[in-house]
């Protein structure tokens, strides 16, 4: 089956902690892509990242990194010195074909608190 | 550039009706995926279409169909509404087939079902 398990419901941590979200994933498909959004209060997923299967390049972006490993199926994202406005919903999703078209699968999504 | 667009961006329906809700992509982007989010079930994936052909569909029943205009703008129609199907519907669109590329979601249509 190909799903996506986000085990973290939900995280609080205090502003300038760092935290990783954890993503596991399960796809039978040798060539698929990972994603990253993030979900605010206010509702809009935001595109974060896409990673594809052959790319295990590890990603930084500011405060924000990827960690990609094929061998334990996991695309963990690690935002560094958390501040108050990174307080969101975040989701991994994964796409893949199985002999169709391309679509994507989303994570639960974890909760992500930052207290000040 | 303009975001997504979605209208209307609430809805209040009776069990039984039906709802058609829109989606403007952005400009210049040919896909537009529909996707459903409910506090059980998460987000999933309803439809995508691409240059006015459906390329894609979820698990979802026959009472949800949308289609694409030329223009790429998109609408989803949920016929006989169902309680359960009061949920947030966010559309997406990308520059290209939707599962491949990075989407941008609009802030969705929350409708709720009585």
């Known amino acids: 089956a190909q799903k996506v398990t986000q085990a973290q419901t939900e995280i609080s941590v205090v502003e300038k902690e760092d935290v990783t979200l954890d993503c596991v994933y399960e796809?039978?498909?040798?060539?698929?892509?990972l994603f990253w959004y993030k979900q605010p209060p206010s509702g809009e997923l935001v595109f974060l990242i896409r990673r594809n299967s052959f790319d295990e390049q590890n990603e930084i972006s500011g405060r924000y990194s990827w960690n990609f490993q094929k061998s334990t199926s996991s695309f963990n994202f690690t935002i560094t010195a958390s501040q108050v406005v990174d307080s969101a919903v975040y989701f991994c999703a994964l796409s893949f074909s199985g002999g169709s078209n391309y679509k994507l699968t989303f994570g639960k999504g974890t909760l992500l608190t930052v207290n000040p | 550039k303009a975001g997504v667009t979605q209208t209307p961006r609430y809805l209040i329906k009776t069990r039984g009706q039906q709802v058609t809700l829109s989606c403007s992509p952005i400009?210049?982007?040919?896909?537009v995926s529909w996707y459903q989010q409910t506090p059980g079930q998460g987000l999933q994936f309803l439809f995508e279409y691409f240059s006015e052909t459906q390329r894609n569909k979820g698990n979802f029943p026959g009472r949800f169909s949308g289609r694409q205009f030329s223009n790429s703008r998109s609408e989803m129609n949920v016929s006989t509404l169902e309680l359960g199907d009061s949920a947030l519907y966010l559309c997406?669109?990308?520059?290209?087939?939707?599962?491949?590329?990075?989407?941008?979601f609009g802030p969705g249509t929350r409708l709720t079902v009585t």
């Open positions: 400009s210049g982007h040919r896909s």
């Open positions: 796809t039978r498909d040798t060539t698929y892509y």
């Open positions: 997406a669109s990308s520059s290209g087939p939707g599962g491949t590329y990075e989407q941008y």
